[in-house]
Protein backbone atom coordinates (compact mmCIF):
# COMPACT_ATOMS: atom_id res chain seq x y z
CA UNK A 1 0.00 0.00 0.00
CA UNK A 2 2.86 2.60 1.10
CA UNK A 3 5.22 1.33 -2.14
CA UNK A 4 2.05 1.80 -4.34
CA UNK A 5 1.41 5.32 -3.09
CA UNK A 6 4.85 6.46 -3.28
CA UNK A 7 5.15 5.54 -6.82
CA UNK A 8 1.48 7.20 -7.82
CA UNK A 9 3.28 10.17 -5.66
CA UNK A 10 6.23 10.41 -7.73
CA UNK A 11 4.14 9.63 -11.12
CA UNK A 12 1.84 12.64 -10.39
CA UNK A 13 4.56 14.80 -8.98
CA UNK A 14 6.07 14.26 -12.46
CA UNK A 15 3.77 15.42 -14.20
CA UNK A 16 2.87 18.80 -12.03
CA UNK A 17 6.52 19.78 -12.20
CA UNK A 18 7.26 18.33 -15.99
CA UNK A 19 7.28 21.61 -17.44
CA UNK A 20 9.45 23.23 -14.84
CA UNK A 21 12.23 20.82 -15.86
CA UNK A 22 14.28 22.07 -19.29
CA UNK A 23 16.42 19.09 -20.62
CA UNK A 24 17.28 20.22 -23.75
CA UNK A 25 20.49 20.46 -24.77
CA UNK A 26 22.16 23.88 -26.69
CA UNK A 27 24.46 24.52 -29.14
CA UNK A 28 28.28 24.15 -27.02
CA UNK A 29 30.18 26.60 -25.62
CA UNK A 30 33.55 25.29 -25.88
CA UNK A 31 36.23 26.71 -23.35
CA UNK A 32 40.37 25.42 -22.79
CA UNK A 33 42.14 26.38 -19.96
CA UNK A 34 45.60 26.19 -18.92
CA UNK A 35 46.81 26.08 -14.81
CA UNK A 36 50.51 26.96 -14.13
CA UNK A 37 51.32 26.54 -10.42
CA UNK A 38 53.63 26.30 -7.90
CA UNK A 39 53.61 24.80 -4.69
CA UNK A 40 55.14 26.66 -1.36
CA UNK A 41 54.20 23.86 0.98
CA UNK A 42 55.58 21.15 -0.97
CA UNK A 43 53.51 17.87 -0.17
CA UNK A 44 54.36 14.03 -1.80
CA UNK A 45 52.77 14.50 -4.91
CA UNK A 46 52.91 18.05 -5.66
CA UNK A 47 56.63 19.70 -5.68
CA UNK A 48 57.78 23.01 -7.15
CA UNK A 49 55.93 23.55 -10.31
CA UNK A 50 53.16 21.88 -11.63
CA UNK A 51 50.63 22.78 -14.90
CA UNK A 52 47.45 21.09 -16.24
CA UNK A 53 45.04 21.91 -19.31
CA UNK A 54 41.61 21.45 -19.36
CA UNK A 55 38.58 20.87 -21.98
CA UNK A 56 35.31 22.08 -21.32
CA UNK A 57 31.68 21.12 -23.60
CA UNK A 58 29.11 23.43 -21.79
CA UNK A 59 25.67 22.05 -23.87
CA UNK A 60 23.72 23.42 -20.77
CA UNK A 61 22.18 20.90 -18.97
CA UNK A 62 25.18 18.60 -20.60
CA UNK A 63 28.77 19.39 -19.69
CA UNK A 64 31.50 17.42 -20.49
CA UNK A 65 35.23 18.49 -19.11
CA UNK A 66 38.65 16.63 -19.53
CA UNK A 67 42.10 17.28 -18.58
CA UNK A 68 45.33 16.33 -17.48
CA UNK A 69 47.62 17.77 -14.88
CA UNK A 70 51.37 17.05 -14.80
CA UNK A 71 53.47 17.06 -11.27
CA UNK A 72 57.19 15.99 -10.94
CA UNK A 73 57.13 11.79 -11.26
CA UNK A 74 53.39 11.53 -11.58
CA UNK A 75 50.80 12.58 -14.06
CA UNK A 76 46.85 12.86 -13.83
CA UNK A 77 44.07 12.27 -16.36
CA UNK A 78 40.02 13.44 -15.37
CA UNK A 79 37.08 12.98 -17.15
CA UNK A 80 33.89 14.21 -16.35
CA UNK A 81 30.36 14.43 -17.30
CA UNK A 82 27.28 16.01 -15.72
CA UNK A 83 23.90 16.17 -16.78
CA UNK A 84 20.20 16.96 -15.68
CA UNK A 85 17.62 19.45 -15.56
CA UNK A 86 17.55 23.57 -15.35
CA UNK A 87 14.59 23.96 -12.79
CA UNK A 88 12.55 26.69 -13.57
CA UNK A 89 15.41 28.66 -14.68
CA UNK A 90 16.62 29.10 -11.41
CA UNK A 91 18.31 25.94 -10.55
CA UNK A 92 20.40 23.05 -12.56
CA UNK A 93 20.32 19.87 -10.73
CA UNK A 94 22.85 17.46 -12.27
CA UNK A 95 23.98 13.94 -11.79
CA UNK A 96 27.71 13.69 -12.10
CA UNK A 97 30.29 11.18 -12.99
CA UNK A 98 33.88 11.79 -12.83
CA UNK A 99 36.94 9.14 -13.37
CA UNK A 100 40.36 10.43 -12.67
CA UNK A 101 43.63 8.24 -13.51
CA UNK A 102 47.06 9.16 -11.24
CA UNK A 103 50.26 7.15 -12.45
CA UNK A 104 53.61 7.02 -10.96
CA UNK A 105 56.34 4.39 -11.12
CA UNK A 106 54.97 2.93 -8.38
CA UNK A 107 51.60 2.87 -8.64
CA UNK A 108 48.15 3.58 -10.20
CA UNK A 109 44.90 4.93 -8.86
CA UNK A 110 41.58 5.25 -10.42
CA UNK A 111 39.13 7.32 -8.85
CA UNK A 112 35.48 6.92 -9.87
CA UNK A 113 33.50 9.59 -8.57
CA UNK A 114 29.23 9.25 -8.76
CA UNK A 115 26.93 12.22 -7.34
CA UNK A 116 24.92 15.37 -7.29
CA UNK A 117 25.77 18.67 -8.39
CA UNK A 118 23.38 21.68 -7.83
CA UNK A 119 24.25 25.21 -8.98
CA UNK A 120 21.93 28.79 -8.61
CA UNK A 121 21.94 32.39 -9.17
CA UNK A 122 20.08 33.76 -7.29
CA UNK A 123 21.18 37.73 -7.98
CA UNK A 124 23.15 38.25 -10.82
CA UNK A 125 26.03 39.47 -8.62
CA UNK A 126 26.43 35.90 -6.95
CA UNK A 127 26.61 32.09 -8.13
CA UNK A 128 26.43 28.73 -5.58
CA UNK A 129 27.17 25.80 -6.62
CA UNK A 130 27.60 22.44 -4.50
CA UNK A 131 28.73 18.53 -5.42
CA UNK A 132 27.86 15.61 -3.17
CA UNK A 133 29.35 12.59 -4.34
CA UNK A 134 30.46 9.26 -3.54
CA UNK A 135 33.91 8.32 -4.14
CA UNK A 136 35.31 4.51 -5.29
CA UNK A 137 39.31 4.74 -5.38
CA UNK A 138 40.64 1.43 -6.71
CA UNK A 139 44.63 1.61 -6.36
CA UNK A 140 47.17 -0.83 -8.28
CA UNK A 141 50.66 -1.22 -6.63
CA UNK A 142 53.03 -1.90 -9.15
CA UNK A 143 55.46 -3.52 -7.15
CA UNK A 144 53.66 -6.45 -5.77
CA UNK A 145 50.53 -5.57 -7.73
CA UNK A 146 48.74 -5.26 -4.97
CA UNK A 147 45.10 -3.75 -5.29
CA UNK A 148 43.33 -2.08 -2.58
CA UNK A 149 39.69 -0.52 -2.44
CA UNK A 150 38.72 2.59 -0.48
CA UNK A 151 34.42 4.10 -0.30
CA UNK A 152 34.67 7.40 0.53
CA UNK A 153 32.66 10.94 -0.30
CA UNK A 154 33.39 14.04 -1.68
CA UNK A 155 31.40 17.68 -0.50
CA UNK A 156 32.37 21.19 -2.31
CA UNK A 157 30.99 24.27 -2.00
CA UNK A 158 31.42 26.93 -4.64
CA UNK A 159 30.92 30.82 -4.41
CA UNK A 160 31.72 33.10 -7.24
CA UNK A 161 30.36 36.92 -7.32
CA UNK A 162 30.25 38.96 -10.23
CA UNK A 163 29.89 42.31 -8.60
CA UNK A 164 32.89 43.99 -10.73
CA UNK A 165 32.24 44.30 -14.36
CA UNK A 166 35.41 42.01 -15.33
CA UNK A 167 36.90 40.89 -11.83
CA UNK A 168 35.03 37.58 -10.74
CA UNK A 169 36.38 36.86 -6.82
CA UNK A 170 35.61 33.47 -6.00
CA UNK A 171 36.36 30.97 -2.97
CA UNK A 172 35.85 27.24 -2.81
CA UNK A 173 35.69 24.69 -0.11
CA UNK A 174 35.97 21.37 -1.58
CA UNK A 175 37.59 17.79 -0.43
CA UNK A 176 38.65 17.42 -3.21
CA UNK A 177 39.18 18.54 -6.94
CA UNK A 178 39.40 18.06 -10.85
CA UNK A 179 42.54 16.19 -10.10
CA UNK A 180 43.44 15.44 -6.39
CA UNK A 181 40.68 12.85 -4.72
CA UNK A 182 41.77 12.69 -1.14
CA UNK A 183 39.91 10.73 1.05
CA UNK A 184 37.29 12.10 3.60
CA UNK A 185 37.53 14.39 5.05
CA UNK A 186 40.82 16.48 3.48
CA UNK A 187 40.01 19.77 2.68
CA UNK A 188 41.15 22.47 0.05
CA UNK A 189 40.49 26.29 0.32
CA UNK A 190 40.62 27.91 -2.76
CA UNK A 191 40.59 32.04 -2.83
CA UNK A 192 41.03 33.88 -6.03
CA UNK A 193 39.83 35.52 -8.38
CA UNK A 194 39.15 35.94 -12.67
CA UNK A 195 39.69 39.07 -14.86
CA UNK A 196 38.42 39.03 -18.29
CA UNK A 197 40.55 40.65 -20.22
CA UNK A 198 38.79 41.33 -23.54
CA UNK A 199 35.29 39.29 -24.82
CA UNK A 200 36.87 35.50 -24.85
CA UNK A 201 39.70 35.48 -22.78
CA UNK A 202 40.44 35.50 -18.88
CA UNK A 203 43.38 35.53 -16.66
CA UNK A 204 42.96 34.50 -13.13
CA UNK A 205 45.53 33.67 -9.63
CA UNK A 206 44.36 31.81 -6.84
CA UNK A 207 45.92 30.31 -3.40
CA UNK A 208 44.90 27.26 -2.38
CA UNK A 209 45.58 25.18 0.76
CA UNK A 210 44.82 22.08 1.43
CA UNK A 211 44.28 20.33 5.06
CA UNK A 212 44.62 16.93 6.00
CA UNK A 213 42.52 15.24 8.12
CA UNK A 214 39.61 17.37 9.27
CA UNK A 215 37.56 14.74 10.95
CA UNK A 216 39.15 14.15 13.87
CA UNK A 217 40.05 18.06 14.30
CA UNK A 218 43.71 17.35 13.75
CA UNK A 219 43.88 19.73 10.38
CA UNK A 220 47.38 20.34 8.88
CA UNK A 221 48.06 22.21 6.14
CA UNK A 222 49.92 19.85 3.89
CA UNK A 223 50.32 22.15 0.92
CA UNK A 224 49.87 25.75 -0.11
CA UNK A 225 49.81 26.51 -3.99
CA UNK A 226 49.56 29.85 -5.93
CA UNK A 227 48.05 28.87 -9.26
CA UNK A 228 47.41 31.29 -12.23
CA UNK A 229 45.11 30.42 -15.46
CA UNK A 230 44.27 31.81 -18.45
CA UNK A 231 40.77 30.87 -19.81
CA UNK A 232 39.45 30.90 -23.82
CA UNK A 233 36.57 30.45 -24.95
CA UNK A 234 36.40 28.76 -28.40
CA UNK A 235 33.09 28.94 -28.87
CA UNK B 1 10.10 29.92 8.92
CA UNK B 2 12.86 29.70 5.83
CA UNK B 3 15.33 32.58 8.11
CA UNK B 4 14.59 30.99 10.87
CA UNK B 5 15.88 27.57 9.48
CA UNK B 6 19.00 29.68 7.94
CA UNK B 7 19.68 30.89 11.31
CA UNK B 8 19.99 27.61 13.13
CA UNK B 9 21.93 26.02 10.28
CA UNK B 10 24.32 28.97 10.85
CA UNK B 11 24.56 28.30 14.56
CA UNK B 12 25.05 24.72 14.34
CA UNK B 13 27.76 25.39 11.72
CA UNK B 14 29.86 27.86 14.31
CA UNK B 15 29.07 25.33 17.09
CA UNK B 16 30.95 22.62 15.17
CA UNK B 17 34.17 25.13 14.93
CA UNK B 18 34.36 24.91 18.50
CA UNK B 19 34.15 21.03 18.66
CA UNK B 20 37.55 21.09 20.06
CA UNK B 21 37.73 23.81 22.38
CA UNK B 22 38.97 21.60 24.73
CA UNK B 23 42.14 20.53 21.97
CA UNK B 24 42.85 24.38 21.36
CA UNK B 25 40.60 26.11 19.21
CA UNK B 26 43.63 27.17 17.61
CA UNK B 27 43.75 23.46 15.80
CA UNK B 28 41.17 24.68 13.74
CA UNK B 29 43.53 25.70 11.17
CA UNK B 30 46.58 25.81 12.57
CA UNK B 31 47.79 22.51 14.01
CA UNK B 32 50.59 24.18 16.23
CA UNK B 33 53.40 21.80 15.01
CA UNK B 34 54.01 20.82 11.81
CA UNK B 35 55.91 17.23 10.58
CA UNK B 36 58.62 18.87 8.28
CA UNK B 37 59.71 20.51 11.44
CA UNK B 38 59.47 17.80 13.65
CA UNK B 39 61.29 15.88 11.17
CA UNK B 40 63.75 18.01 9.90
CA UNK B 41 66.91 16.48 11.06
CA UNK B 42 66.08 13.26 9.72
CA UNK B 43 65.61 9.98 11.75
CA UNK B 44 67.32 9.32 14.97
CA UNK B 45 68.90 6.06 15.03
CA UNK B 46 69.32 4.76 19.18
CA UNK B 47 71.84 2.82 20.30
CA UNK B 48 69.21 1.16 22.10
CA UNK B 49 68.68 -3.31 22.12
CA UNK B 50 66.01 -4.14 24.17
CA UNK B 51 66.16 -7.52 23.72
CA UNK B 52 69.93 -8.54 23.72
CA UNK B 53 70.88 -11.95 22.35
CA UNK B 54 67.23 -13.15 22.87
CA UNK B 55 66.10 -15.32 19.87
CA UNK B 56 62.86 -14.71 20.51
CA UNK B 57 60.53 -12.46 22.57
CA UNK B 58 57.19 -10.94 22.94
CA UNK B 59 56.96 -6.91 22.84
CA UNK B 60 53.77 -5.42 24.58
CA UNK B 61 51.91 -2.61 22.43
CA UNK B 62 49.40 -0.70 23.69
CA UNK B 63 47.75 2.29 21.77
CA UNK B 64 45.51 5.28 22.51
CA UNK B 65 46.03 5.31 26.00
CA UNK B 66 44.64 9.15 26.21
CA UNK B 67 45.58 9.99 29.85
CA UNK B 68 43.15 13.20 31.13
CA UNK B 69 40.21 11.83 29.02
CA UNK B 70 36.86 12.45 30.85
CA UNK B 71 34.99 9.77 29.31
CA UNK B 72 36.94 6.67 30.77
CA UNK B 73 39.60 6.14 33.25
CA UNK B 74 43.02 4.53 31.89
CA UNK B 75 43.18 0.57 33.05
CA UNK B 76 46.38 0.70 33.92
CA UNK B 77 45.90 -1.55 37.13
CA UNK B 78 44.51 -4.14 35.24
CA UNK B 79 47.41 -4.26 33.07
CA UNK B 80 49.85 -4.34 36.63
CA UNK B 81 47.31 -7.30 37.56
CA UNK B 82 48.05 -9.09 34.06
CA UNK B 83 51.81 -8.36 33.80
CA UNK B 84 51.65 -9.77 37.79
CA UNK B 85 50.00 -13.48 36.47
CA UNK B 86 52.30 -13.52 33.61
CA UNK B 87 55.82 -13.18 35.34
CA UNK B 88 58.07 -16.26 34.60
CA UNK B 89 55.72 -17.53 31.53
CA UNK B 90 56.94 -17.30 27.94
CA UNK B 91 54.33 -14.49 27.54
CA UNK B 92 56.50 -12.34 29.59
CA UNK B 93 57.25 -9.01 27.25
CA UNK B 94 60.83 -7.44 26.68
CA UNK B 95 59.94 -4.18 26.43
CA UNK B 96 56.89 -1.84 25.40
CA UNK B 97 55.30 -0.27 22.19
CA UNK B 98 52.72 2.70 22.58
CA UNK B 99 51.05 3.83 19.64
CA UNK B 100 50.27 7.08 20.23
CA UNK B 101 47.48 9.52 21.57
CA UNK B 102 49.38 8.86 25.01
CA UNK B 103 47.91 12.02 26.18
CA UNK B 104 44.31 13.34 25.89
CA UNK B 105 44.76 17.00 24.84
CA UNK B 106 48.58 17.43 24.73
CA UNK B 107 48.53 19.08 28.16
CA UNK B 108 51.94 19.05 30.72
CA UNK B 109 49.27 17.18 33.57
CA UNK B 110 48.56 14.49 31.29
CA UNK B 111 52.14 14.07 29.88
CA UNK B 112 52.84 13.65 33.55
CA UNK B 113 50.62 11.13 34.34
CA UNK B 114 51.42 9.62 31.52
CA UNK B 115 55.08 9.76 31.97
CA UNK B 116 54.41 8.28 36.40
CA UNK B 117 52.57 4.84 34.28
CA UNK B 118 55.92 4.88 32.28
CA UNK B 119 58.29 4.51 35.11
CA UNK B 120 55.76 2.06 37.11
CA UNK B 121 56.17 0.00 34.18
CA UNK B 122 60.16 0.72 33.97
CA UNK B 123 60.27 0.49 37.81
CA UNK B 124 58.26 -2.86 38.55
CA UNK B 125 58.48 -4.82 35.84
CA UNK B 126 61.82 -3.47 33.75
CA UNK B 127 59.64 -2.51 30.62
CA UNK B 128 60.97 0.11 28.52
CA UNK B 129 58.86 2.03 26.16
CA UNK B 130 59.31 3.36 22.53
CA UNK B 131 57.14 5.72 22.10
CA UNK B 132 54.98 7.41 18.79
CA UNK B 133 53.10 10.71 18.44
CA UNK B 134 49.87 11.02 18.04
CA UNK B 135 47.19 13.46 16.85
CA UNK B 136 46.27 14.22 20.57
CA UNK B 137 49.50 14.42 21.87
CA UNK B 138 49.80 17.42 19.51
CA UNK B 139 46.55 19.19 20.34
CA UNK B 140 46.86 22.65 21.95
CA UNK B 141 50.73 22.97 20.92
CA UNK B 142 51.72 19.39 23.06
CA UNK B 143 54.23 18.92 20.96
CA UNK B 144 55.99 20.89 22.73
CA UNK B 145 55.31 18.46 26.23
CA UNK B 146 56.11 15.36 23.75
CA UNK B 147 59.44 16.42 23.39
CA UNK B 148 59.87 16.94 27.18
CA UNK B 149 58.58 13.89 28.51
CA UNK B 150 58.44 10.89 25.92
CA UNK B 151 61.18 8.74 25.15
CA UNK B 152 63.35 8.83 23.03
CA UNK B 153 62.26 13.08 22.80
CA UNK B 154 62.04 12.69 19.19
CA UNK B 155 59.29 10.81 16.74
CA UNK B 156 60.94 9.79 13.82
CA UNK B 157 63.72 7.23 15.29
CA UNK B 158 64.70 3.54 14.58
CA UNK B 159 66.76 0.70 16.56
CA UNK B 160 68.52 -2.93 16.08
CA UNK B 161 67.83 -6.36 17.07
CA UNK B 162 70.56 -8.76 16.06
CA UNK B 163 68.22 -9.28 12.95
CA UNK B 164 65.30 -6.74 12.74
CA UNK B 165 64.87 -3.16 12.46
CA UNK B 166 62.04 -0.93 14.63
CA UNK B 167 60.90 2.04 12.55
CA UNK B 168 58.84 4.80 14.44
CA UNK B 169 56.71 7.63 12.26
CA UNK B 170 55.70 10.96 13.00
CA UNK B 171 51.88 10.25 11.30
CA UNK B 172 50.33 12.39 14.39
CA UNK B 173 49.40 15.31 11.70
CA UNK B 174 47.38 12.65 9.25
CA UNK B 175 50.45 12.95 6.90
CA UNK B 176 53.68 11.37 6.46
CA UNK B 177 55.05 14.71 5.10
CA UNK B 178 57.73 15.11 2.22
CA UNK B 179 60.58 15.67 4.42
CA UNK B 180 60.07 12.62 6.06
CA UNK B 181 59.18 10.33 3.58
CA UNK B 182 62.49 10.89 1.60
CA UNK B 183 64.23 10.79 4.94
CA UNK B 184 62.52 6.92 5.54
CA UNK B 185 63.55 5.96 1.88
CA UNK B 186 66.91 6.54 2.00
CA UNK B 187 67.32 4.77 5.27
CA UNK B 188 65.44 2.11 4.27
CA UNK B 189 67.46 1.54 1.36
CA UNK B 190 69.89 0.98 3.14
CA UNK B 191 69.02 -0.72 5.36
CA UNK B 192 68.87 -4.70 4.45
CA UNK B 193 67.16 -6.68 7.78
CA UNK B 194 63.30 -7.16 7.96
CA UNK B 195 61.54 -4.25 9.38
CA UNK B 196 58.82 -3.61 11.68
CA UNK B 197 57.38 -0.13 11.29
CA UNK B 198 55.28 1.55 13.85
CA UNK B 199 52.38 4.61 13.27
CA UNK B 200 49.55 6.30 15.09
CA UNK B 201 47.55 6.46 11.93
CA UNK B 202 47.12 3.01 10.18
CA UNK B 203 48.50 3.41 7.02
CA UNK B 204 45.59 1.69 5.10
CA UNK B 205 42.31 1.55 6.25
CA UNK B 206 39.83 0.25 3.92
CA UNK B 207 36.78 2.59 5.08
CA UNK B 208 37.53 5.93 4.22
CA UNK B 209 38.57 7.69 8.13
CA UNK B 210 41.10 7.17 10.39
CA UNK B 211 43.63 6.95 7.83
CA UNK B 212 46.03 8.85 5.78
CA UNK B 213 44.16 10.92 4.10
CA UNK B 214 46.38 11.61 1.00
CA UNK B 215 46.14 7.89 -0.90
CA UNK B 216 49.28 9.92 -3.27
CA UNK B 217 51.51 9.48 0.04
CA UNK B 218 49.78 6.29 0.96
CA UNK B 219 50.95 4.69 -2.17
CA UNK B 220 54.12 5.70 -2.08
CA UNK B 221 54.81 4.64 1.71
CA UNK B 222 52.67 1.52 0.96
CA UNK B 223 55.20 0.74 -2.13
CA UNK B 224 58.39 1.73 0.02
CA UNK B 225 57.51 -0.77 2.45
CA UNK B 226 56.93 -3.57 -0.43
CA UNK B 227 60.61 -3.28 -1.43
CA UNK B 228 62.52 -2.73 1.38
CA UNK B 229 61.47 -5.65 3.62
CA UNK B 230 59.09 -4.36 6.17
CA UNK B 231 57.25 -7.34 7.57
CA UNK B 232 54.96 -6.32 10.01
CA UNK B 233 53.09 -2.60 10.35
CA UNK B 234 51.21 -1.56 13.64
CA UNK B 235 48.97 1.18 14.23
CA UNK B 236 46.89 2.53 16.61
CA UNK B 237 44.24 6.25 16.10
CA UNK B 238 40.94 3.70 15.72
CA UNK B 239 39.73 2.92 19.07
CA UNK B 240 36.80 0.59 18.44
CA UNK B 241 38.01 -1.72 15.60
CA UNK B 242 40.79 -3.59 15.48
CA UNK B 243 41.77 -4.21 11.71
CA UNK B 244 44.28 -6.86 10.24
CA UNK B 245 44.87 -6.27 7.15
CA UNK B 246 47.57 -8.12 4.04
CA UNK B 247 49.26 -5.68 2.04
CA UNK B 248 51.09 -8.00 -0.09
CA UNK B 249 54.37 -8.41 0.97
CA UNK B 250 53.80 -7.31 4.47
CA UNK B 251 51.00 -7.14 6.59
CA UNK B 252 49.33 -4.56 9.15
CA UNK B 253 47.56 -4.77 12.41
CA UNK B 254 45.40 -1.94 13.86
CA UNK B 255 45.25 -2.33 17.49
CA UNK B 256 41.95 -0.94 19.08
CA UNK B 257 42.32 1.45 22.38
CA UNK B 258 43.61 0.59 25.68
CA UNK B 259 41.78 2.89 27.25
CA UNK B 260 38.27 3.16 25.67
CA UNK B 261 38.49 -0.75 24.79
CA UNK B 262 40.83 -2.66 27.41
CA UNK B 263 42.97 -3.96 24.63
CA UNK B 264 46.63 -4.47 24.03
CA UNK B 265 48.66 -6.86 21.63
CA UNK B 266 51.74 -8.95 22.10
CA UNK B 267 53.83 -9.73 19.07
CA UNK B 268 56.12 -12.66 19.25
CA UNK B 269 59.21 -11.82 16.99
CA UNK B 270 61.45 -14.65 16.46
CA UNK B 271 64.58 -13.54 15.14
CA UNK B 272 65.86 -16.76 14.19
CA UNK B 273 63.28 -17.12 11.34
CA UNK B 274 62.40 -13.66 10.30
CA UNK B 275 58.71 -14.32 11.78
CA UNK B 276 56.45 -12.74 13.52
CA UNK B 277 53.24 -14.03 15.21
CA UNK B 278 50.41 -11.05 16.70
CA UNK B 279 47.59 -11.68 19.28
CA UNK B 280 45.24 -9.17 20.73
CA UNK B 281 44.22 -9.67 24.23
CA UNK B 282 41.67 -7.66 26.08
CA UNK B 283 41.72 -6.46 29.95
CA UNK B 284 39.60 -8.29 32.68
Not at chain 2, 49 to 56: G, L, M, W, Y
Not at chain 2, 149 to 175: E, H, I, R, V
Not at chain 2, 239 to 268: C, M, W
Amino acid sequence: MKKNFLFFFFLFSGFLFANSFDFSLKSPSIFLRSDFSYSLLNNVKKTGFYSSTRGTLDFSTLNVDFGYQLAKGNSDFTFRTMYGPNIQNKMNLKFAFTLNHTNTINFAENNLVFGIHYDTQPSEIFKFASHLAYLLKLTNISTSNLKIPNHSMEIALYFDWFALEKLNPFLYVETSSFFNHFLFCSVIFSLGCNYQIIEKLSLGTSLAVTYVDFFTVSPYHSEISINTFVKFQIR
Amino acid sequence: MFKKIKYIFAILLICLFFTNCKYGFNNCFYYGSNVNERTKNGILHLDDNPVETKNEYNILIIADTHFGSRWADVPYKKLYNYLDSIKNTEDWPSFVICLGDSTNAGEESEFILYTEFLQHLQNEYGLKTYNTIGNHDCYQFGWENWKEYCYPYTPFYKFQTQNFSYYFLDTATGTIGKNQLEHLKKDMQNDKNPKIVSSHYPIYTSTMLFCLGDSFERNELISLFQQNNVKFVIGGHIHDRPESINLGTFSQEVISSFTYENTFALLKVNEANQSTQFTLKTLN
